[in-house]
């Protein structure tokens, strides 16, 4: 078992493109670690980066203590599963489970062996001596994971490992994930663009922008109180409210901050009164309230609302500016309705207007 570290790492292209720029890391042994960003934000080069697949430009990468960043890919102890699994088209489940083995020249009856088990693990008895032409994007997918696991790396990099299958299985496959990692306790870090894949599956993230990191935490504090406006609006299944206002003098630790549509309860302990600030408050954390409201509150009118399942989107006119609330399904307002909000103070954040980054 080993941990990552990485240190000022930057990863710059032959074209000049900063891919990986100027990035400190720490990944914890046996940690599942996830890096999550948009499209372009370097997430892949990073993780290629630290496979050794792309040379480092500056900084360094080390595993379980070593310094690998001038090592070859194949000896640094990492194995990796590629968005496209790569597994050879002419060798059966078997042989492509223990190719890294067959290598390595490691004895036929140890890597029978070391097949059958690693099999077992990834539910892939029986399919042994198919080739991957004959096998589901589900069964492939682990086959994948399998030869790397075989390997027996001290580190596992997946990259997008889920992304190829279909919305039932990939559900199926996220469980699957992260029981075989708790159960293995293999360090590893996969790349993914899906803030829900991150945060059901991940013990950590790093959210990235543009090569750099813009949060690092746990699922919990990443959605609970993003660090920056980039990383609110990019965390959730539904987007944050992000509703310019400013903060009204306090009395106390609690003040409010006036939004358009009336004021939300804040901890403004630490921002100054009368300063511009980004408000930033989760719709699942809005509350549709039943009697009369006495503290801050938002006035509107429901514009219309969305089913989610259990929940529906309710999205508020207030005063000119859309707020998003969830409500029970059963609860739901029609349009038109004239409601009345309320939010506890600890779910309001309050963001800088200009840096973006969170104050309070
Ligand atoms: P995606 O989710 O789309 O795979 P990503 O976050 O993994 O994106 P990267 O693939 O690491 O991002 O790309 C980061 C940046 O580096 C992008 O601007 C991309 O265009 C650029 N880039 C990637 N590969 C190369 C390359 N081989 N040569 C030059 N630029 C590259």
């Known amino acids: 078992m080993a941990g990552i570290d990485i240190e000022g790492l930057a990863t710059v292209y032959p074209n000049g493109v900063r891919a990986v720029d100027g990035l400190d890391l720490h ?5 599942f670690f996830a890096l999550l960003g948009p499209s372009g934000c370097g997430k892949t080069t990073l993780l290629r980066t630290i496979a050794g697949l792309e040379p480092a430009t500056e900084g360094t990468v080390r595993i379980d203590a070593a310094d690998v960043t001038r090592t070859e890919p194949g000896k640094r ?11 050879f088209p002419h060798m059966n489940v078997s042989e492509n489970i223990t190719y890294p083995l067959k290598v390595r020249r490691v004895a036929m009856a140890t890597r029978t062996a070391t097949a059958e088990r690693t099999a077992g693990e990834l539910s892939l008895q029986g399919l042994l001596e198919r080739k991957p032409a ?6 492939q997918q682990r086959v994948a994971l399998a030869r790397a696991i075989a390997s027996q790396g001290k580190v596992l990099l997946l990259d997008e490992p889920l992304s190829n299958l279909d919305a039932r299985l990939r559900l199926e496959a996220r469980t699957f994930l992260k029981k075989l990692q708790r159960d293995l306790g293999i360090t590893t870090v996969f790349v993914t663009h899906d803030q829900a894949e991150a945060l059901a599956l ?19 504090e990443v959605f609970a109180r993003p ?4 990383v609110a609006n990019f965390i959730g299944s539904t987007p ?8 009204a003098a306090a009395t106390g630790e609690v003040g409010a901050v006036s939004v358009a549509g009336g004021s939300l309860p804040a901890t403004t302990v630490s921002v100054p009164a009368d300063a511009e600030v980004t408000v930033g408050i989760r719709p699942e954390y809005l509350t549709v309230a039943s009697g009369d409201v006495t503290g801050p509150a938002l006035r509107g009118v429901v514009v219309v609302a969305e089913n989610l399942g259990t929940q529906s989107l309710v999205t508020v006119d207030c005063d000119g500016t859309l707020v998003g609330v969830t409500v029970p399904e059963e609860t739901e307002p029609s349009p038109g309705t004239a ?8 779910r309001v954040l309050l963001y800088d207007r200009d840096s973006g980054e969170l104050l309070a």
């Open 202 to 220: 991940a013990d950590r993230i790093a959210v990235m922008e543009s090569g750099k990191l813009r949060q690092l935490g746990s699922p919990r």
């Open 134 to 139: 004959q096998l589901s994007g589900g069964q």
């Open 77 to 87: 102890g990492v194995a990796m599963v590629f968005q496209d699994y790569a597994l």
């Open 240 to 247: 944050m409210n992000l509703l310019p206002g400013t903060v």
């Open 27 to 31: 990944v914890a042994d046996g940690e």
């Open 227 to 230: 660090a920056n406006t980039f």
């Open 339 to 346: 409601v009345v909000l309320t939010a506890p103070a600890s």
